[in-house]
T-cell receptor
Framework: DAKTTQPNSMESNEEEPVHLPCNHSTISGTDYIHWYRQLPSQGPEYVIHGLTSNVNNRMASLAIAEDRKSSTLILHRATLRDAAVYYCILRDGSGNTGKLIFGQGTTLQVKP | DADVTQTPRNRITKTGKRIMLECSQTKGHDRMYWYRQDPGLGLRLIYYSFDVKDINKGEISDGYSVSRQAQAKFSLSLESAIPNQTALYFC???????????????FGPGTRLLVL
């Protein structure tokens, strides 16, 4: 499975946009990019995923570099509730294992 | 998400004891997973099941066993618990109709296990 690299931690102010980066230089053509987050004392929850094109949903936006070697999760207006660990995960599209391989993620702190 | 429940939520046990963690889901999903999380680390996959008759080992299956009693139930057993199995355990489900690389997994609230 291809690896991802994320900063250990980031800080943001409430109601400001947050850009969470992820590097995945060894990504293969069939790997999907998924983002999950884990709020304190909870299980992870799905945020967004994409393959090549940028994606938007009610929670966030995902910007994927043209060469697909990096991506950025964008929270348009951070709230205190967005403080969590954010995981960038690659999922192999050529197989069917269903596995999610978690790294250490980025701990996002949101200041009021 | 109340659709995926785990029991117990907290458990303290002693070295050598057998313990079972249970997961139930009302989402009607075919696929179920067990992960463990250690402090400061991401989750690691223990076992996964794509249907009642299909069970597969994950990254760290040694010392664990599972049982898929029904579509909705997936249990994780520690046959003889040891202290380094102290961790937070999560169950997850996914629908099973889409390609696995696109599917969303839905996680339970977790079981905090302490082995003394």
């Amino acid at each position: 499975d291809a690896k991802t690299t994320q900063p250990n931690s980031m800080e943001s102010n409430e109601e400001e946009p947050v850009h969470l980066p992820c590097n995945h230089s060894t990504i293969s053509g069939t790997d999907y990019i998924h983002w999950y987050r884990q709020l304190p004392s909870q299980g992870p929850e799905y945020v967004i995923h994409g393959l090549t094109s940028n994606v938007n949903n009610r929670m966030a936006s995902l910007a994927i570099a043209e060469d697909r070697k990096s991506s950025t999760l964008i929270l348009h207006r951070a709230t205190l509730r967005d403080a969590a660990v954010y995981y960038c995960i690659l999922r192999d599209g050529s197989g069917n294992t269903g596995k999610l391989i978690f790294g250490q993620g980025t701990t996002l702190q949101v200041k009021p | 998400d109340a659709d995926v429940t785990q029991t117990p939520r907290n458990r303290i046990t002693k070295t050598g004891k057998r313990i079972m963690l249970e997961c139930s889901q009302t989402k009607g999903h075919d696929r179920m997973y067990w992960y463990r999380q250690d402090p400061g680390l991401g989750l690691r996959l223990i076992y996964y099941s794509f249907d009642v008759k299909d069970i597969n080992k994950g990254e760290i299956s040694d010392g664990y066993s599972v049982s898929r009693q029904a579509q909705a139930k997936f249990s994780l057993s520690l046959e003889s618990a040891i202290p380094n199995q102290t961790a937070l355990y999560f169950c997850a489900t996914s629908v099973g109709r889409d390609g696995a690389h696109q599917e969303t997994q839905y996680f339970g609230p977790g079981t905090r296990l302490l082995v003394l």
